[in-house]
Structure formats: structure tokens, C-alpha cells
């Protein structure tokens, strides 16, 4: 089992410019989630799903957007990135424990 | 809003001393808490859950309610202890959680 795994790693964007990051996780779990962890602020929620074809926005919502049109993907667009939203993205998935199980993250940069 | 209080960035110890990392939280009814904890390079993963009552890495973490808090507890800090730790708070529906800002635990010798 991979587990969670987040595509890409590393990115660095120009102000104005779009991208999606992927999640995707292989436990068949229903919930998943894309946090940003910054420094001083830890992990702050951004959006969240309890199943596919659903989505919910979390503490910090703006700026983002969310789909999951199969259970095991969560992605994660920035229609129009600006440096505010330079962070380290995390996604996690839980299924029915409570436990939620994190990706390595991406660290994102916005110029 | 439920909220989720670590008051030190940085708990800097020395080998075989005892450890005590400080989380406090704001909620009226029964919380369900967790530490996660991040080591250098790694993902983060759940350390200890409080309904489990259980020891991981010989750390530990009581729940009292009466001072609203859940510190995590180590009678003897190991080099391998090093991390970030986050204290983390369920938070309604869908097992959200809500963190703390974490603190960064460094062990020396």
C-alpha cells in the first residue's frame, strides 16, 4: 500500500497562474482533506470531503477549490495563485478510526 | 471556535531528561485529542490518541478536564524523540481536526 501520496512535491508559480495538486490514497477511506501548514500556524484545514462527489470548506477556504469525482482523489486548485498562499499543502485521508493518515506534502511557492 | 493551545515553539532538552510538551484546549464537552508528530523528512503521523489510554515511544498524554489540557509526557528524552508535535482536537462532523501550532522538541546531548 502507498498509502497517501501527493503529486507534485515541489512547485513555483508566478502570481496569477493556475495549478492543481493531486492526492490520492489507497485505503478506500471516505474522508479526506487538504490542509497548508505554515510556519507559526500549523496545519489549518482548506477543504474537506466525506465521499465522492462531495466537498466542504474547511478554516481557510479562500483562494482554493476542490473536486472529488472519484473516491480515491482529492484535488486541490488555485485558480489564480498569489503569494500568500506560498505553503506546504498536505493532504490526509480517515476512514472510520478517527486516525487521519497524511501524504508527504507540497511545498508551494508563489512568486 | 474550538481551539487548541501550544505555548512553546521550541522545547529544547537534554538527553535522559524528562519531557513535557503543553496542550490546552477550549471545548465544554468531551474531546477527543490526539498528538501527531513530525520527524525530519517524514509525513506526519498520528503518536497517541487520548481514548486509547496506550503508551507510544514511551510518551504519554492525560486528559484532565478540569484544566482543560492534554500535555504529552516522557520520563526520558531519546536523540530519536527530535520532532515537531502537534497537539490536534476533533472538531464536529467528519473527523476534522483542529491543530495546534506545534512545537518543536529538540533533544541534545
Known amino acids: 500500500n502507498a498509502g497517501v501520496t501527493q503529486t507534485p512535491k515541489f512547485r513555483v508559480l508566478k502570481t496569477g497562474q493556475s495549478m492543481t495538486l493531486l492526492c490520492a490514497q489507497d485505503?478506500?477511506?471516505?474522508?479526506m482533506y487538504w490542509y497548508r501548514q505554515d510556519p507559526g500556524m500549523g496545519l489549518r484545514l482548506i477543504h474537506y470531503s466525506v465521499g465522492e462527489g462531495t466537498t466542504a470548506k474547511g478554516e481557510v477556504p479562500d483562494g482554493y477549490n476542490v473536486s472529488r469525482l472519484k473516491k480515491q482523489n482529492f484535488l486541490l486548485g488555485l485558480e489564480s495563485a498569489a503569494p500568500s498562499q506560498t505553503s506546504v499543502y498536505f493532504c490526509a485521508s480517515s476512514g472510520t478510526g478517527l486516525e487521519q493518515y497524511f501524504g508527504p506534502g507540497t511545498r508551494l511557492t508563489v512568486t | 471556535a474550538q481551539r487548541v493551545t501550544q505555548p512553546e515553539k521550541l522545547l529544547s532538552v537534554f538527553k535522559g531528561a524528562p519531557v513535557e510538551l503543553k496542550c490546552n484546549y477550549s471545548y465544554s464537552g468531551s474531546p477527543e485529542l490526539f498528538w501527531y508528530v513530525q520527524y525530519s523528512r517524514q509525513r506526519l503521523q498520528l503518536l497517541l490518541r487520548?481514548?486509547s489510554r496506550e503508551s507510544i515511544k514511551g510518551f504519554t498524554a492525560d486528559l484532565n478536564k478540569g484544566e482543560t489540557s492534554f500535555h504529552l509526557k516522557k520520563p526520558f528524552a531519546q536523540e530519536e524523540d527530535s520532532a515537531m508535535y502537534y497537539c490536534a482536537h476533533e472538531t464536529g462532523t467528519a473527523s476534522k481536526l483542529t491543530f495546534g501550532t506545534g512545537t518543536r522538541l529538540q533533544v541534545t546531548l
Open positions: 485505503m478506500n477511506h471516505e474522508y
Open positions: 487520548h481514548i
